[in-house]
């Protein structure tokens, strides 16, 4: 049995590889110590492998000969493997993935590059849903997200030009948030809060994309990260953002596993 772990800053993401099956699983990182003994007791001769933040943490505990690897290059690997196998074939892309944080890089046929990263992820979707409306369970909030409406929350190019003819498209959120007037905080709903939320963070990372797509001469851009997991409001939003641009989205499956199977295969 092959293990292939992602060791991530809010979700653990395994690949199992045995002779007659691949199974992926994810595991909360609050439950880290239990997943360990889990791995000591169950699979004490697996070949284990692991990458993310918290590889250093777990091969300290773990009673195995572990393999680390780069976060950086395994995830890459395995996103090549998934694209390959979902028929994606592109040799010239930004991608993005949208974890707890968020890291963006460029790749080409020479390998990738990571260009950079921002705060702005998964964490700040499940932190400021939280503040905003006591909402903390991430499956609670998207499906809440769904049944929401951001229009009155967030400031459009075509509220501040009003009526007269503006330089970019109306519809472009001028401002996340800036719309909120003195009493919404008694009158705002929390399925209107969180998709402004949701907003917020695929506009943000929607943006960065873009951009890095444009300096590096490609209009592929490519998302994965845990924070898309059946997310519709958050995928709608990057379509719709990117798409704008003349650009073009695409979303992986199972992308979120790309590092775990990227330690497996590197
Ligand atoms: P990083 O790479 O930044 O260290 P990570 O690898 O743990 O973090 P991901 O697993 O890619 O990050 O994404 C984490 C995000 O996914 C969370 O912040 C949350 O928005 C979302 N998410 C999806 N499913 C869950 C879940 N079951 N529990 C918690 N968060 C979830
Ligand atoms: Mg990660």
Known sequence: MKIGIDAGGTLLKIVYISEEETVYRKVSSLHIDDFIEELNREHPKADIRITGGKAGYMSRKLNHEVRHSIEFDATYTGLKHLMKE???????????????????????????????????????????????TGVRDFKSIISLAKEGNRDAIDLKVHHIYAGDASPI??????????????????????????????????????????????????????????????????????NHYVSLKGMKPHFIENGEFSGALGVLLS
């Open 86 to 132: 979902q028929g994606i074939h592109i040799d010239r892309f930004v991608y993005l993935n949208v974890g707890t944080g968020t890291s963006f890089h460029q790749a080409d046929a020479d390998g990738q590059r990571r260009a950079g990263g921002t705060g702005v992820g998964g964490g700040t979707l499940m932190g400021l849903s939280y503040l905003l």
């Open 169 to 238: 498209p109306g519809d472009l959120t001028a401002s996340n948030f800036g719309n909120v007037q003195p009493g919404d905080r008694e009158k705002a709903r929390h399925a209107d809060e969180l998709q402004a939320v949701i907003g917020l963070v695929a506009e943000t990372v929607s943006t960065i994309g873009i951009n890095l797509a444009a300096g590096f001469d490609t209009e592929d851009i490519i998302f994965i990260g845990s924070t898309l997991l059946d997310n519709d409001v958050m995928i709608d939003i990057i």
